[in-house]
């Protein structure tokens, strides 16, 4: 059994995917709300602004859903696919 690397491209990808959504965390919150006193209160709000995208913002390339929407979506229909293969049914 042999595996492979993921490769150059993607690896590239993943990269520029970190550095968008880094640009994007301190476009929102770090930039908009300092100067800050402390480490611990860019912990919390880093908390809180990650519990928002998740849950709250709306996204352009998810058809305006949340993250959390669309992953429960996809664990609804893959349960659904995966009870029905455990069942013996199609």
């Known amino acids: 059994m042999t595996c ?6 993607h ?6 995917l970190a550095e968008s959504q ?3 965390f301190k476009t929102e ?6 100067p800050w006193r402390t480490v611990e209160e860019v912990e919390l709000a880093t908390l809180e602004w990650v519990w928002w995208f998740n849950n709250q913002r709306l996204h352009s390339e998810l058809d305006y859903r949340t993250p959390a929407e669309v992953e429960a979506e996809y664990y609804a229909q893959n349960n659904t696919v995966l009870a029905r293969a455990i069942h013996g049914q199609q």
């Open 4 to 9: 492979s690397s993921p490769g150059p491209d």
């Open 29 to 34: 919150l770090i930039k908009k709300r300092r």
């Open 11 to 16: 690896i590239n990808r993943t990269i520029a």
């Open 22 to 24: 880094f640009a994007l």
